[in-house]
């Protein structure tokens, strides 16, 4: 259900990566991990994943989806604002390597906009 008031939502995207961009450097028992979990992948979606595709390749593609392999590297929010009969659409990104200070630089961002109950988060 959508509040009354659309300038309490805030709209959000997050962007994942895998951990490493290369894959060599991934922890030895982190690619076994990776390498069991494609194979269920490639079992569920051979469209995607035929059976010529490697592990390695599935990792570049895929990997940043899933919290174990992955991290965040941006989130971005938009806020619907209206002031003096003008309604305008402003954004904000957290962007950067460091994904504890992009998620704590959010959190603060999320208790700052969110006062109170009403408020709601729009993503997907």
Known sequence: ??????????????????????????????????????????????????????????????????????KIVCISVGFIHHQDNVMSFRTKSFAGDDETKLLADFTALILKFCTSKEHTLCGH
């Open 1 to 70: 259900m959508l509040p009354n008031d659309l300038q309490k939502i805030m709209f959000l995207d997050i962007e994942t990566v895998p951990h490493t961009s290369n894959y060599n450097d991934v922890l030895p028992e982190l690619i076994h991990i990776w390498e069991n979990k494609f194979s269920l992948i490639q079992k569920r979606m051979p469209e995607k994943y035929n059976v010529d595709t490697t592990a390695e390749e599935a990792f570049h593609s895929s990997a940043g989806i899933y919290a174990e392999f992955g």
